[in-house]
C-alpha cells in the first residue's frame, strides 16, 4: 500500500469518525435529526445540520421535540413528562439497595451420594478474584452403607466407612454473584475408608467313600482402604437471598492409586452428588 493509500483511509476514517460523532434530536413525530446543537433556548433550539456544519442556523420548538442526544453520549429530556419520569428512574435505582453476596460459604450435605456409599458432606467456598470468577473450593463427605440382605450374615453383608477430602478450584463462566450460577471445576479426591465383610469358609471331609460336606462358618474380615484421584465437579448454585445459600452437585472422576491393606487394587471410578444448604457471607 502506497503513501497516497494511507493518506486517503486516513482521511476517509477520519470522516466517518466526524460523522458519527454528532448531536442527535429526537422528535415526537419519530424522525432524527443529527447535527450540532448551538443552543437550548426555553422555547426553541438552534442546531447546524450535520450535511451542512458551515451553513445556517436552524431553530425548531421544543414542543416538537422528545429528546437530545449529546455526542458524548449523555441525554436531555425536553419533555416535561418525561424528564420526571427519567428523574424518577434514576433517583429509585439510586435508592435501591445493592445486593452484596458474600465471598464465603459454608454448607452441609444432608444428602451426600459417593461410590462408596450414602452418607453427610460439609463444605466451604471462598471467592479468590474481585470479579468471582474463580473459587477455592473444599468438600468433606463420609459416605457409610449398610447391605443386609438376609436374616443371616453371608458375603453379602457388607460395611464400609470412607472419608473423602476433596480440595480444588471452581470457575463460574458468568461470574459467582447472582441468584443462580454454574460452575465447573477440577478437585483432587483423597479418601480414607475402612470395610468390613462377611466372608464364608467351608470344610469338606471325606469319611466314607464319596465327598461330605460340612457346615461352615463366617468371618467378619477388615480391610484399610486409601483411594487417591481426580474429579470433574459441576455445581449450580442458589442465592435466593444474599446470606441463603442452596447448591446441587454432580462430580465425576478416576483413581489413580487405590490400596485395600497397602495392597495396590484395580483403578476405581469414582461418583458424588449432592444437595447443600448453607449460609453466605
Not at 37 to 45: A, H, L, N, R, Y
Request: hydrophobic fraction near 30%.
Amino acid at each position: 500500500m502506497n503513501i497516497k493509500s494511507i493518506l486517503l483511509a486516513s482521511v476517509a476514517a477520519a470522516i466517518c469518525s466526524t460523522a458519527s460523532a454528532q448531536d442527535k434530536i429526537y422528535k415526537r413525530s419519530g424522525d432524527v435529526i443529527e447535527g450540532k446543537i448551538i443552543e437550548v433556548g426555553t422555547k426553541t433550539i438552534s442546531y447546524k445540520k450535520a450535511d451542512n456544519p458551515d451553513g445556517p442556523n436552524y431553530v425548531i420548538e421544543k414542543g416538537n421535540i422528545d429528546r437530545i442526544e449529546y455526542q458524548n453520549g449523555t441525554e436531555e429530556y425536553v419533555d416535561d413528562r418525561r424528564r420526571m419520569m427519567h428523574h424518577d428512574e434514576e433517583e429509585t435505582e439510586r435508592k435501591r439497595p445493592k445486593v452484596h453476596y458474600g465471598n464465603n460459604i459454608i454448607a452441609i450435605a444432608p444428602l451426600q451420594v459417593t461410590d462408596a456409599g450414602v452418607g453427610v458432606g460439609l463444605s466451604y467456598e471462598r471467592v479468590l478474584d474481585r470479579r468471582g470468577y474463580v473459587s477455592f473450593y473444599m468438600p468433606m463427605s463420609w459416605s457409610f452403607i449398610n447391605d443386609n440382605s438376609g436374616p443371616y450374615y453371608n458375603n453379602n453383608d457388607y460395611r464400609n466407612n470412607t472419608f473423602y477430602f476433596m480440595p480444588g478450584l471452581k470457575f463460574y463462566p458468568t461470574g459467582c454473584r447472582g441468584k443462580v450460577r454454574y460452575s465447573i471445576g477440577p478437585n483432587i479426591v483423597a479418601g480414607f475408608g475402612r470395610e468390613w465383610q462377611n466372608v464364608y469358609y467351608s470344610y469338606n471331609y471325606p469319611p466314607y467313600n464319596y465327598p461330605y460336606n460340612y457346615p461352615g462358618y463366617y468371618v467378619r474380615e477388615q480391610n484399610d482402604r486409601f483411594t487417591l484421584g481426580v474429579m470433574v465437579n459441576n455445581s449450580l448454585n442458589i442465592n435466593p437471598t444474599p446470606h441463603l445459600y442452596l447448591g446441587l452437585e454432580l462430580g465425576l472422576g478416576v483413581s489413580y492409586i487405590n490400596q485395600l491393606n497397602s495392597y495396590n487394587d484395580d483403578e476405581r471410578f469414582l461418583a458424588q452428588f449432592g444437595f447443600k444448604l448453607g449460609y453466605r457471607f
